[in-house]
């Protein structure tokens, strides 16, 4: 019996690994093309025939139009966007800039803010940070863009605080309830992949245009990070607090309020940082929604080319993003102060105090010194008109000329449109086949049957060449920006000194807007597919270096000696040693360089194409919000599909490598 079981086990068939699967399914659509290019493949396998489309749209819209009428939404959200909504934006405009609506508060000074700015920054950070904090706010005033940058600033205001209690509230209910967990994880990767356009056109049409809509659909857009580090941090508390608080006789309530919260302190202060940052991100994006501002301005600006307005209100945009990204990463750190008992009430809160005299002093300054209160257009320092002649002088420069149009040809007609070309030659079910061929070598099984699900239903819809055009933008740009930033952040780690210098310039270049990087992109090649690919580089270019540097500087230094023992060159060393073990910390930067680079995509329209980004721009004209979600839905399931399978295999080589 035990030889008959043997054979029987030694007969029994090898079941075929995800790798093999992936290999059979390359080669399936590789002659799929073939028989595409011969002219022997159906049509029905090189596009979905229209008669196969579900009416996504049309279903999407009988729904909305079902919540939005039938159920009432609309009058509940336009009376949220009239009343409570109106009266908090009102109230921080007319404290900010004057708009003169009720409630009548006078406009608060600008070098009273200035002033109380520079305190701030002073009690969280130092110097430094001071004079980054009040420079920031001089510059906003003197550069004569202080009435744009505060419409801009009194959004966030009222959406920052509001997405960090509604992020807060739902983090804490996901942490105390499992279905409540599982059920907004799913919710929570699509908004985080849905391109922005997706959240305007239902704020417009349930809040009306202008700032009301964008404050919503800032709030909306900034809680996903909030509800998740709030969970997470709620679940790293140690069993020992927890305990101490128990034996304590704490309630619920206290044990939330004393023990959790203050416990998960720097995890929930990083989803503020995260939150603000998004905020600022998404208000100078709800221009396109007609939300008056910095962002509004800068549309202008770039819209006729004035290039030295531009830039100038690109400076204070990526000022204004440094100096609260600073300042609410210095909250993170900062440690609570704690005083003797009996210390004065003076000493305790002596910035506090220091705030206020500041912010007394220069508001009665302004009540005698007119300049002390506003700077108007004349008095303002702009060089705008300058700044632009002097661009146009330098792009008109033979040399500057020459190489900028040799590279636009270059990548033109020699890189980016055959490329592209080749992408939409792909029979739609040989697409499908190498994604998910792609997907199980890297992520296994379950990446390869989202994969399948995600691009089936793309090619479903009806915009499977947009989505394409989108993917060729997308692939163009991280593989430019792959090949850019690898070798600039291997360089880079070799020295600490490097190192520090350029994780620097990587942390302050995530904090700028995305719509900063469509400036030199335009400035140098104009309005082209050039421009589009080099906009969505530079963006996706930051986290690939910042990664492969924390990547290499992670390796063990025992590895590293061991190399050095072995008597491998430093070639060596890098090909066998800190490369592989650093990967799986590379495949994250990568991970986010995909994702960054199809948000890009989606700010790339106004430069003009051809791609989704298009499509999505102009449903916001209409109300057509049923094809505005089957876009930004293409968007991100082709985005999740690259996410889930990138970090599939991320997470396993981790466990490999033992890390």
């Known amino acids: 019996m035990a030889v008959l079981s043997t054979n029987e086990t030694q007969s029994a068939p090898t079941p075929i690994s995800a790798g093999q699967v992936a290999k059979y399914l390359f080669v399936i659509a590789i002659l799929m093309t073939a028989l595409q290019y011969a002219g022997l493949l159906p049509s029905w396998m090189h596009r979905v025939p229209e008669s196969w489309i579900p009416p996504f749209a049309v279903w999407l819209d009988a729904a909305f139009n079902f919540v939005r009428t039938d159920l009432g939404l609309e009058r509940l959200t336009r009376w949220f966007a009239e009343g409570p909504l109106q009266f908090m934006l009102d109230t921080t405009a007319n404290l900010l800039y004057g708009k003169r609506r009720w409630p009548n508060f006078e406009q608060i000074p600008w070098s009273a803010i200035a002033a109380s700015a520079a305190v701030l920054g ?51 209910a996901a942490w105390k309830y499992d279905w409540v967990d599982r059920a907004i994880k799913p919710i929570l990767s699509i908004l985080q992949t849905l391109p922005f356009f997706t959240y305007l056109l239902p704020a417009v049409i349930f809040f009306k245009v202008g700032p009301t809509a964008g404050a919503v659909a800032t709030i909306v857009y900034a809680i996903p ?57 998404m208000v100078v994006l709800t221009a396109f929604i ?19 307005r531009s830039f100038e209100i690109g400076v204070t945009i990526v000022l204004l993003a440094v100096t609260l990204d600073r300042l609410s990463k210095a909250w993170v750190v900062k440690l609570p102060e704690h005083f003797e008992k009996g210390t004065p009430w003076w000493k305790r809160h002596r910035y506090f105090l220091a705030g206020v005299v500041a912010f007394v002093g220069f508001l009665a300054l302004g009540q005698v010194v007119e300049w002390f209160a506003e700077i108007g257009r004349r008095q303002s320092w702009s060089q705008g008109k300058e700044i632009d002649t002097a661009i146009k002088a330098f792009l008109a420069l033979d040399v500057v000329k020459g190489v900028t149009e ?42 390869g049957i989202y994969a399948a699900v995600f691009f089936g239903l793309v090619a479903l819809t009806g915009w499977w060449d947009r989505s394409v055009i989108t993917l060729y933008s997308v692939i163009s740009a991280v593989i430019l920006a792959t090949l850019i930033g690898l070798p600039i952040g291997i360089l880079a780690a070799r020295s600490e000194r490097w190192s520090r210098r350029v994780l620097l310039v990587c942390d302050t270049a995530q904090t700028f807007p995305s719509f900063i990087y469509l400036i030199p992109a335009i400035m140098l090649f104009g309005i082209t597919a050039t421009s589009v690919v080099m906009s969505i580089l530079i963006f996706s270019m930051v986290p690939l270096v910042r990664y492969t540097v924390e990547g290499l500087r992670g390796v063990p230094e025992e590895m590293n000696e061991a190399a050095d023992m072995s008597g491998a060159t430093r070639m060596q060393k890098l090909w066998n040693v800190q490369l592989p073990l650093a990967l799986p910390t590379m495949a994250v930067g990568f991970n986010q360089a995909i994702m960054f680079a199809f948000f890009m995509v989606i700010i790339a329209a106004f430069i003009g194409t051809q791609d989704l980004g298009q499509e999505l721009q102009k449903t916001l004209a209409g109300t057509d919000l049923g094809k505005n979600f089957v876009l930004g839905i293409c968007v991100s399931l082709m985005a999740l599909t690259f996410d889930l399978a990138i970090m599939s295999w991320s997470e396993r080589k981790k466990r490999l490598l033992g890390l």
């Open 122 to 172: 002073y009690y969280l950070g130092g110097w430094r940070l001071a004079a980054l904090a009040g420079g920031t706010f001089i510059w906003t005033a003197l550069i004569g863009q202080w009435k744009i940058a505060m419409e801009t600033m009194s959004v966030l205001l009222v959406a920052a605080p509001l997405a960090f209690v509604i992020g807060l509230g739902l983090g804490i």
């Open 225 to 281: 990070p909030m509800i998740l580090m709030t969970t997470l941090g709620l679940k790293k508390v140690s069993p020992e607090v927890v305990e101490a608080g128990k034996m304590s006789g704490c309630s619920r309530w206290q044990m939330l309020r004393h023990v959790y919260i203050p416990a998960a302190r720097t995890e929930i202060l990083v989803g503020v940082n995260q939150v603000i940052m998004l905020c600022l991100a």
């Open 290 to 308: 007609g939300m008056p501002g910095l962002g509004a301005k800068l549309l202008a600006m770039m819209g006729s080319f004035k290039l030295g």
């Open 406 to 447: 040799q590279i636009r040809y270059v990548l033109n007609v020699w890189v980016l449109n055959p490329f592209r070309d080749f992408l939409l030659s792909i029979p739609t079910f040989g697409f499908v086949l190498l994604v998910v061929s792609g997907a199980l070598a890297l992520g296994g099984r379950k990446s």
